[in-house]
Nanobody, 125 residues
């Protein structure tokens, strides 16, 4: 049974940083692309970042330079380092997602089969 468990969310002041973690179990981690999505109240879920097993990375353009995705295959964990956080833009529930496959990671949520329960990130002004 595939399980993705996110952690690291919370309340942070504008300009601060957070690191989200997502621990995967029930999968051969090296065979999966991993991604982060986020969803703010009243908005659609949006792509944040993705990483392949060989660490090919993709980001939504507006977040390049502030967010960094990484993975530790030995720990079956993917991370999202978030810096210079902004209240309106970055406050959301952040979801970890996984899909079987190699190559350049996908950015569409419909391509991902497995999802975590989400972790809330709130940025105060």
């Amino acid at each position: 049974q595939v399980q993705l468990v996110e952690s690291g969310g919370g309340l942070v002041q504008a300009g601060g940083s957070l690191r989200l973690s997502c621990a995967a179990s029930g999968v051969t981690f090296m065979s999966y692309q991993m991604a982060w999505f986020r969803q703010a109240p009243g908005k659609e879920r949006e792509f944040v970042a993705a990483v392949s097993a060989s660490s090919i990375k993709r980001y939504t353009d507006s977040l390049k330079g502030r967010f960094t995705i990484s993975r530790d295959n030995a720990k079956s964990t993917v991370y999202l380092q978030m810096n210079s956080l902004k209240p309106a833009e970055d406050t959301a529930v952040y979801y970890c997602a996984a899909r079987y496959g190699s190559g350049v990671p996908q950015t569409s949520s419909t391509q991902y089969n497995f999802w975590g329960q989400g972790t809330q990130v709130t940025v105060s002004s």
